[in-house]
């Protein structure tokens, strides 16, 4: 079969298997329209683009002089803020869950490691861009020292913020698979423009996980945890924002 061909069956059937699982759910129509759109993109997306395909790099030139700072701009947790208050010298990235070696690094530990600079476009799922350059640890580095025990799946980072800025609020929360974990483009980066990583951009270490949209790049990491599921972390749907109905996958 031509894969034109078997791309549209695909689709087709795709479409139909959803509408039905709606109509089950008893949902809106719009709601119906706006979940088959994102089954049939992520769905489309994994058909024909390869999981492990490097995203677009620009150049400096491209740098936008105003990248437009988002969701969480100033964490008011009083954690936070006490490791912010002394320029983040007693800051600890924590990786545990399943991995052999536990691991707590100092930003000074963290940037001694191998670097990696790129820059590439943060798409909001609000519909706005930016372009910036970004400097960090890639994520496989960190796994790879931890050592992944073999039922870890996914990689979860807990964040300090909460966007209520409330202290007992429900603080942001993320997670990816090894397939986007081990990306050679996904870092954590403590640099944004040649300069250590500012406050409203995720202050000391944020996540660019560059073929997803911008609410799964998490900031203000405060820990890593490997996990074979993520059902039991917050409302259980693997994101602060997909508990409150975003897609988990978030392809771009
Ligand atoms: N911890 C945390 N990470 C977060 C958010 C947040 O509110 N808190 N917002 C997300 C959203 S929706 C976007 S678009 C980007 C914004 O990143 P920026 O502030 O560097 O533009 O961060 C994402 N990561
Ligand atoms: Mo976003």
């Given at each position: 079969?031509?894969?034109?061909?078997?791309?549209?069956?695909?689709?087709?059937?795709a479409?139909?298997?959803?509408?039905?699982?709606?109509?089950?759910?008893?949902?809106?129509l719009?709601?119906?329209?706006?979940r088959?759109?994102?089954?049939?993109?992520?769905?489309?997306?994994r058909?024909?683009?390869?999981?492990?395909?490097?995203?677009?790099?620009?150049?400096?030139?491209?740098?936008?002089?105003?990248?437009?700072?988002?969701?969480?701009?100033?964490?008011?947790?009083?954690?936070?803020?006490?490791?912010r208050?002394n320029?983040?010298?007693?800051?600890?990235?924590?990786?545990?869950?399943?991995?052999?070696?536990?691991?707590?690094?100092?930003?000074?530990?963290?940037?001694?490691?191998?670097?990696?600079?790129?820059?590439?476009?943060h798409?909001?799922?609000?519909?706005?861009?930016?372009?910036?350059?970004?400097?960090?640890?890639?994520?496989?580095?960190?796994?790879?020292?931890a050592?992944?025990?073999?039922?870890?799946?996914?990689?979860?980072?807990?964040?300090?913020?909460?966007?209520?800025?409330?202290?007992?609020?429900e603080?942001?929360?993320?997670?990816?698979?090894?397939?986007?974990?081990?990306?050679?483009?996904?870092?954590?980066?403590?640099?944004?423009?040649?300069?250590?990583?500012?406050?409203?951009?995720?202050?000391?270490l944020?996540?660019?996980v560059?073929?997803?949209?911008?609410?799964?790049?998490?900031?203000?990491?405060?820990?890593?945890?490997?996990?074979e599921?993520?059902?039991?972390?917050?409302g259980?749907?693997?994101?602060?924002?997909?508990?409150?109905?975003?897609?988990?996958?978030?392809?771009?």
């Open positions: 079969m031509n894969r034109r061909r078997w791309l549209t069956g695909a689709i087709a059937t479409a139909t298997a959803m509408l039905a699982a709606c109509d089950r759910a008893g949902t809106s719009a709601e119906q329209a706006r088959m759109g994102e089954g049939l993109t992520r769905r489309t997306q058909l024909v683009i390869p999981r492990d395909a490097l995203a677009p790099t620009y150049d400096r030139a491209d740098i936008s002089p105003d990248f437009r700072p988002n969701g969480s701009v100033d964490p008011a947790a009083a954690d936070y803020k006490a490791l208050a320029d983040f010298a007693d800051y600890r990235l924590v990786i545990d869950g399943l991995v052999e070696r536990p691991l707590s690094l100092s930003l000074a530990e963290l940037r001694a490691r191998p670097a990696r600079t790129q820059i590439t476009k798409d909001c799922v609000e519909g706005w861009t930016s372009i910036a350059e970004w400097t960090g640890v890639r994520l496989e580095t960190l796994l790879d020292e050592g992944l025990k073999p039922g870890a799946r996914y990689i979860v980072f807990h964040c300090f913020d909460a966007l209520d800025q409330r202290e007992d609020g603080r942001y929360y993320e997670s990816i698979d090894l397939v986007d974990a081990r990306h050679p483009q996904t870092i954590l980066a403590w640099a944004m423009n040649g300069e250590t990583l500012p406050v409203p951009y995720g202050a000391p944020r996540l660019r560059e073929r997803q949209l911008g609410y799964k790049h998490a900031k203000y990491i405060q820990r890593i945890e490997a996990v599921s993520f059902a039991h972390i917050g259980g749907k693997g994101g602060y924002w997909e508990d409150r109905g975003y897609e988990w996958y978030a392809g771009i």
